[in-house]
């Protein structure tokens, strides 16, 4: 009876031990990540929530902080943000839709493409800020408008939104679209109505967590020109700025109350937006998550 | 053509009478000058990037019989089924050989559009594919797609009251099809198909995911539709062969040069010949468990 209930104790302690330490680290990573946010919020909250008032949000920037506000910021961030969808949403679904469902991947074109998408999403912000102020600024000669920042922007975030729709796309199982196609349905039929409700929640997310990530953007918007004053509401094919742009040129003066002060409540605003937005997405995926 | 007269294709029975399933079976077979041909098959191979899945099967299929396919896993008893509704077209490197004729016409000739012969002859697959909506929805997508959408409502119940099924659902239309037990999605699954009102359903091993239960209603089931309709049903199982099947043919495989997998059609006749007095060896072994 000891023996056996020995021999059991012995074989099981390294295991026990891995798991342990197995157990730590994942902790650790967890504290890390967790910890950086945290003090990069209560540091920001600290400095800059007492400047979070109506002056901010609805007056435009001045040279004395104690009146200057981020409006034209906000505004355009907001402009920026519909226009990115409107644009990304087609382009990016489309693309997706056929690479997945039309896209004979026996043909090296296809291939070509996908490789393509895949290493577009790794290329560095700044070098679409290049492209943006070559081609779109001066080549078709857009000017430094909002227009040609919610184009660059939508390059940037566009093979981000393909591979996310593509993975929604893909995660629809083929038993659907076999059904579908043995009632007599075309495979536009299938495609609208059966592969496309059912990825929507995926497509959804995805669209919102690029979308979220291209608006804190700054470095592609300083190249096609966002500048760092304006004192009036954007315009679709005027001058514009952006908040993530507004701070950036806050951070830069030499006065404590833009540096720190009146930067970290810009910060808090974009951070709110942000969140607002990943909260939006979470919520889109479990509202519309589907079961097979 | 020859129709075949009203007494001689159905049974004797009492109206209201359950007869035993396997009892009414087992009726004679209408004499083959009075069958009317749906499918002839002649000298038909199928190929997946040119490799041999099934070669020179030939063989006629009967309105208002139910035939069944069975043999071994490897067999292309699936492959073969699948050749009906041009389901093969839809995997990439599938080639066709030889000829299926329906209704004397080439199913595969070049005039022909998949989705009008998928409006005819219709699938209900392995493992129940209900759309990830609601249970009218389901029903109503193939008249949708088809346009066929006067009288939906009556459609859908008829459907459902073929299927066996609307007792069960008819309180709850608007709820979702996924709700639904194995054995309901896969009657929702037939009545899906009956309601585009084919001449034809193909059954992939229709009751493989089901319990017995469930699997003894789908049989009571292909008694019932095939008045209306004409079944091919692929099954893995004998005793089912035995208890629904007209018709059963046995499929085999054989090895080729590069130890590559065909099927091949060992033989085909009525559902009693084949399991009591079969003219060929391997027939009997497999039928008799010694094989497979």
């Known amino acids: ?292 | 053509m020859v129709t075949v007269p009203e007494s001689q294709t159905v049974p004797v029975t009492l109206p209201g009478v359950n007869v035993d399933a396997v009892a009414e079976r087992g009726r004679p077979l209408p004499a083959r000058e009075l069958r009317e041909v749906v499918f002839d098959v002649q000298g038909l191979g199928v190929s997946y990037s040119g490799n041999m899945a099934l070669q020179d099967v030939s063989l006629e299929v009967y309105r208002n019989f139910v035939t069944a396919f069975i043999g071994p896993s490897g067999c292309g008893k699936s492959t073969f089924i699948r050749c009906f509704n041009h389901m093969n077209a839809l995997i990439p490197g599938a080639r066709i050989h030889g000829r299926i004729l329906y209704h004397e016409q080439d199913l595969y000739g070049t005039d022909v559009d998949p989705v009008e012969v998928r409006k005819r002859i219709g699938m209900v697959f392995q493992k129940p594919n209900p759309f990830p909506k609601s249970i009218y929805d389901n029903v109503a997508f193939g008249p949708r797609v088809l346009g066929m959408t006067d009288g939906l409502d009556e459609r859908v119940e008829r459907a459902l009251h073929q299927a066996a099924l609307w007792d069960e659902v008819k309180d709850r239309l608007k709820a979702s099809a996924l709700g639904l037990s194995g054995g309901q999605q896969q009657r929702l699954c037939i009545a899906r198909c009956l309601a585009v009102e084919p001449e034809v359903i193909l059954m992939d091993e229709p009751a493989s995911a089901l319990d017995p239960i469930a699997t003894t209603r789908i049989e009571d089931l292909m008694h019932e539709l095939k008045r209306d309709y004409t079944i091919i049903v692929v099954t893995h199982n004998m005793q089912q062969a035995a208890r629904v099947a007209d018709m059963t043919a046995f499929f085999s495989v054989t090895r080729g040069g590069e130890g590559q997998r065909t099927g091949i059609l060992i033989e085909y006749d009525a559902t009693d010949k084949i399991f009591t007095q079969p003219s060929d060896k391997r027939t009997e072994d497999y039928v008799t468990g010694r094989f497979g």
């Open chain 1, 1 to 292: 009876m000891s023996a056996v209930s020995a021999g059991l104790r012995s074989s099981r302690r390294r295991g026990v031990w891995a798991g342990r330490l197995f157990m730590a680290f994942l902790l650790l990573s967890l504290a890390i990540g967790f910890a950086t946010l945290l003090t990069l919020v209560v540091q920001v909250v600290f400095k800059g929530v007492e400047w979070v008032d109506l002056v901010l949000l609805l007056e435009p920037p001045s040279a004395d902080p104690q009146i200057a506000g981020a409006r034209p910021a906000i505004l355009a961030t907001i402009y920026l943000g519909v226009l990115l969808l409107a644009l990304t949403v087609p382009l990016g679904v489309g693309t997706a839709i056929y690479l997945e469902e039309y896209a004979n991947r026996n043909r090296w074109y296809n291939r070509l493409l996908e490789i393509n998408i895949q290493n577009l999403a790794a290329v560095p912000s700044i070098v679409y800020g290049i492209l943006g102020l070559a081609f779109l600024v001066r080549g078709l000669g857009l000017g430094r408008v909002l227009l040609a920042g919610a184009m660059i922007l939508t390059l940037l975030v566009l093979p981000t939104v393909i591979i996310a729709a593509r993975e929604a796309i893909r995660a629809v199982p083929d038993s659907i679209r076999q059904g579908a196609y043995a009632l007599g349905a075309t495979r536009w039929q299938v495609v609208w109505r059966q592969v496309l409700p059912a990825a929507v929640p995926g497509i959804a997310t995805g669209s919102i967590l690029a979308l979220s990530r291209a608006l804190g953007e700054t470095a592609p918007l300083l190249l096609v020109g966002a500048l760092t004053y304006v004192s009036f509401n954007p315009t679709l094919l005027g001058d514009f700025t952006a908040l993530p742009v507004q701070i950036y040129q806050w951070v830069a003066r030499p006065q404590p109350e833009f540096r720190d002060t009146l930067a970290a409540s810009g910060i808090i605003v974009l951070l709110v937006i942000l969140l607002a937005m990943n909260a939006l997405a979470i919520w889109l995926r479990n509202r519309y998550e589907r079961r097979w």
